[in-house]
């Protein structure tokens, strides 16, 4: 089994800037990328910025330019760099990890809260 625990969530002013963390503990075998998603009140979870084991990222057209997505293979761990954060950032993030097997694996959640 895989665990995931994301941290460094929390309330921001507009403007401000985050650093969420996923660490990925367990039967950790042959991932293929890891990612951040995210959930707003009332909409559906979206992707917000993906990892491949190469290296590659993406990142959807809402958060380009002011989130970057980075991993520590070694601690297998994946983080999220939030600058820039406005309002309508405000969501829960989730990190999730795929494996080549097809394995995906969901963290808790962390709550991300930017005011106005």
């Known amino acids: 089994q895989v665990q995931l625990v994301e941290s460094g969530g929390g309330l921001v002013q507009a403007g401000g800037s985050l650093r969420l963390s996923c660490a990925a503990s367990g039967s950790i075998h042959s991932i293929n990328r890891m990612a951040w998603y995210r959930q707003g009140p009332g909409k559906q979870r979206e992707l917000v910025a993906l990892i491949i084991s190469g290296g590659g990222s993406n990142y959807a057209d809402s958060v380009k330019g002011r989130f970057t997505i980075s991993r520590d293979n070694a601690k297998n761990t994946v983080y999220l760099q939030m600058n820039s954060l406005k309002p309508e950032d405000t969501a829960v993030y989730y990190c999730?990890?795929?494996?080549?097997?097809?394995?995906?694996?969901w963290g808790q959640g962390i709550q991300v809260t930017v005011s106005s």
């Open positions: 999730n990890l795929h494996m080549i097997s097809g394995y995906n694996f």
